[in-house]
């Protein structure tokens, strides 16, 4: 689908991503809040492709090695984090087993599928629209902004049955890989530049 639409770079100009005041080309800093001014990141995809590898390799681990500690009846079990979730939804706490579930598995795998899917139609055509394009790019971005949630959600709802002996985080090296898998997803976002989806 062909939009009539009209780029900064098509127009010869370059814009501020910070402030959005737009220069000649030739200018390389913006004159009014400083920032380095480039119509397009350069290696941008390449830096993409690379972070969000790192963020999937360490998600591997984060899933293996035993994340959950829960404990039901005095005996203590320690799982990976889909074998929590079964371990809670089993032992009675079918919210607490979903938002574990919701924040440890659907935010990062739909993070991973959405980065991968904005960066795989830059230079394939695609059904989905540049402004719905544009649109999951902003989700992305803003999950991001929040996505250490998935670590403080499960710290949290641990801490909060805890009394109960139900289910805490055990802070071993899955725990680690799951932030390392969070901060490298959330540079793949930042390293993703959303002018190249309005680029024919
Ligand atoms: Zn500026």
Known sequence: MKEPILTARKAGLVACTRCTRVYPPDVDKCKRCGAPLSSRNPDALQRVWAWWIA????????????????????SETASSIMGGVIELWAHGD???AIIVFVASIVIPVGKFLSIAFLAYSLKRPTSMGRHARHRLYQVVEFIGRWSMIDVFVVAITA????????????????AICFAASVAFTMQA???FDPRTIWDD
């Open 159 to 174: 801490s909060l049955v805890q009394f109960n002996l139900v289910a805490s985080v055990n802070p071993g090296i899955a």
């Open 55 to 74: 963020g999937l390799i360490a998600y591997i681990p984060a899933n293996i090695y035993p994340m959950l500690k829960t404990s039901s009846l005095g």
């Open 189 to 191: 976002a930042l390293a």
């Open 94 to 96: 079918p919210p607490i």
